[in-house]
């Protein structure tokens, strides 16, 4: 039976994490918002600016961390056949909800060895249907999925829905089964505290 991980939490008021994002984004796409159209956040070219190792071939990386706009539904605006170099071989988002795109951007660009945590909604662990087919093939047939982190709702600003954070792994130690952790407790924590803590829940499930 595998052991939950002790967390520490400390949160420092002395970051500069507003200046500390723009340069961690610099040079990123800009996310826009649209919601006059009732659209939310509008994501068009979002997904077809890719880091390329070659024409054809994406980078990869030891490390991915994912914050991507929730249930986006222009996610795939501008994507060809050619740019979507072999993300969504393991399947076809839905077309108007783009939680399991990114979710399949951010680990194709993975090394073999490679750690990924994503922030998702909820709905990613029991919509059915296109999400029913990938979230299966993640499990079943890849066997990449290797924790589940609940989150309580209204921890991010904008949003009230309860989240997760999904980690995969393409060199899983424990092979057998997935690691599930209820941190529904977060809800009684200073809402100051709680970018901390969902930072420190991603940094221990990367490195666990």
Same mark, same amino acid.
């Given at each position: 039976? !595998? ?15 507003? !200046? ?10 800009e ?20 880091f #390329? ?33 072999? !993300? ?21 660009y ?9 922030? #998702?909604?909820?709905?990613?662990l029991? !919509? ?17 999925l ?7 709702a ?39 505290? #709680? ?14």
């Amino acid at each position: 039976m !595998r052991q939950t991980p002790e967390l520490r939490f400390k949160y420092d008021d002395s970051i500069d994490r507003g !200046r500390r994002v723009e340069e961690l984004l610099a040079g990123m796409p800009e996310l826009q918002s649209d919601e006059a159209e009732g659209e939310g956040v509008r994501v068009e070219g979002f997904l077809t600016t890719a880091f #390329l190792a070659d024409a054809h071939t994406l980078q990869t990386f030891d490390f991915v961390v994912a914050n991507p706009p929730f249930s986006a539904k222009a996610w795939a605006a501008g994507l060809t056949a050619e740019t979507k170099y072999g !993300r969504f071989d393991d399947g076809e988002p839905p077309a108007k909800n783009g939680d399991f795109a990114f979710l399949l951007h951010g680990f194709h660009y993975l090394k073999d060895d490679g750690v990924m945590a994503i922030i #998702l909604p909820h709905g990613v662990l029991f !919509r059915g249907n296109a999400e029913g087919t990938i979230r299966e093939c993640l499990i079943k047939e890849l066997n990449y999925l290797d924790a589940v982190i609940g989150l309580p709702a209204n921890v991010f600003y904008g949003t009230s829905i309860p989240t997760c954070i999904l980690v995969l792994s393409k060199c899983r130690v424990h092979n057998d089964d997935i690691l599930f952790i209820d941190e529904r407790r977060l809800s009684t924590s200073p809402s100051k505290d #709680l970018l901390g803590i969902v930072c420190s829940l991603i940094l221990t499930s990367l490195f666990s």
